[in-house]
């Protein structure tokens, strides 16, 4: 069974900045993609960020230019950059991979509160 944990996540002020990490239990380039999620308190889960595993990058409008998205194939862990967080950036964030129809997995998830 896949696992994705993710970690990182905290407290900061406005303006400031966090890294997000997603470690995976297996090789990540197993995964035809990797994406990073976000759920405000009630609200739906909203995409933030994709990488595949042909490299392929892309990042939802309201992050785009913030927030960087990497892959460290060495140590199977993705990773969020996030520069200059915005109140309306906290939520939970959670680390997404899929392989297809063999399936998908979703970490549980991190904090991240953006508050002054």
């Known amino acids: 069974q896949v696992q994705l944990v993710e970690s990182g996540g905290g407290s900061v002020q406005p303006g400031g900045s966090l890294r997000l990490s997603c470690g995976a239990s297996?090789?990540?380039?197993?995964?035809?993609?990797m994406r990073w999620y976000r759920q405000a308190p009630g609200k739906q889960r909203d995409w933030d960020a994709t990488?595949?595993?042909?490299?392929?990058?892309a990042y939802a409008d309201s992050v785009k230019g913030r927030f960087t998205v990497s892959t460290d194939n060495a140590n199977n862990t993705m990773y969020l950059q996030m520069n200059s967080l915005q109140f309306e950036d906290t939520a939970v964030y959670f680390c997404?991979?899929?392989?297809?129809?063999?399936?998908?997995?979703w970490g549980q998830g991190t904090q991240v509160t953006v508050s002054s």
């Open positions: 990488i595949s595993i042909r490299g392929i990058i």
């Open positions: 297996t090789n990540i380039r197993s995964f035809y993609s």
């Open positions: 997404y991979a899929e392989k297809g129809r063999i399936g998908a997995y």
